[in-house]
């Protein structure tokens, strides 16, 4: 069973923006914790943003932050993650993650979600 879609990967320039989106499936409660992680090769995977399920609470990766926006419309079931202002280092796989409570944690870690999908490839050139 599919649960969560990520698309609108793609190659940029640095300094060029993307906009991701993480869709869910009918199934899924629209008011759960999501969360966007990357993990470029050979390194670890890490939370770079996420939002409680009233949008009532987001979190940021210090790195990105400022230069990325995670928003999410619960009527489509889905979540955004806009990026702008683009850096060669945040060229990585990017996976949207849901756990099932609207609350997110301080700090997000991949054993803290248990839904993945399936992620979308961000390539940024210098």
């Known amino acids: 069973q599919v649960r969560l879609v990520e698309s609108g990967g793609g190659s940029v320039q640095a300094g060029g923006s993307l906009r991701l989106s993480c869709a869910a499936s009918?199934?899924?409660?629209?008011?759960?914790?999501v969360a966007w992680f990357r993990q470029a090769p050979g390194k670890e995977r890490e939370g770079v943003a996420a939002t409680a399920g009233g949008g009532f609470s987001t979190y940021y990766l210090d790195s990105v932050m400022g230069r990325f926006t995670i928003s999410r419309d619960n009527t489509k079931k889905t979540v955004y993650l806009q990026m702008s202002s683009l850096k060669p280092e945040d060229a990585a796989m990017y996976y949207c993650?849901?756990?099932?409570?609207?609350?997110?944690?301080?700090?997000?870690?991949?054993?803290?979600?248990?839904?993945w999908g399936q992620g979308t490839q961000v390539t940024v050139s210098s």
């Open positions: 009918r199934s899924t409660d629209s008011r759960n914790c």
């Open positions: 993650a849901e756990r099932d409570t609207p609350f997110c944690p301080a700090r997000p870690r991949e054993a803290d979600f248990a839904y």
